[in-house]
């Protein structure tokens, strides 16, 4: 298949909301594990969802998942500092996972995205009550969640990012589509 076929999705993420989307090799995202290290002692969700760790892949699992791929779309989302932002980014991961049902059904089997944050579908997750999850068929891990470090691939891919100082700065998100 041609970078051509991929366009479509690459204009729907742009309609849908996203600053900027890319097709990007699979190559080009970093996994390391020091990632997952800042979600176990920086996050108050680590191991209260079926989305975090350490209930996701590994670093070194994501890296063969990732090598089984030959291109992927990069979503970037940027948002602003108002009381929305948070609505906004549910929204928009809501669409993606929906966008991954239909690359499914135009032929990409292999289509598989994983999202910025913790997972949101629910609004208490399952886990907490010790049980399987209740949405498994449209739950996914974020991109951090696997041991991607979104920095350096964002900017490997062209996209600029660094670290909010406040919360008043717009947020660079992104999210990352695995096509084939």
């Known amino acids: 298949m041609k970078k051509a076929d991929l366009k479509k999705y690459c204009e729907y993420g742009i309609k849908i909301g996203a600053t900027g989307v890319k097709i990007i090799p699979p190559a080009s995202v970093v996994t390391s594990p020091w990632v997952r290290l800042k979600c176990q ?3 108050e969700g680590y191991n209260s969802s079926h989305c975090c760790p350490p209930n996701t892949p ?40 929906d966008l991954e049902g239909e690359m499914f059904k135009d032929g990409f089997y292999k289509a598989f995205v994983m999202l910025a944050g913790p997972c949101d579908i629910c609004r208490v997750c399952s886990k907490v009550e010790g049980e399987e999850c209740t949405n498994r068929y449209r739950a996914r891990p974020s ?5 991607i470090d979104v920095f350096q691939t964002a900017r490997n891919n062209g996209f600029h990012i660094e670290p909010l100082r406040d919360e008043s700065e717009p947020r660079n998100t992104f999210c990352l589509m695995l096509v084939d």
């Open 41 to 43: 002692f920086g996050c």
């Open 58 to 97: 590994t670093c070194e699992e994501t890296r063969t998942v990732l090598d089984a791929y030959q291109r992927a779309l990069l979503f970037h989302i940027e948002t602003l500092p108002d009381i929305s932002r948070r609505r906004n980014l549910r929204q928009y991961r809501h669409k993606l996972i």
């Open 143 to 147: 991109m951090e969640a696997c041991g």
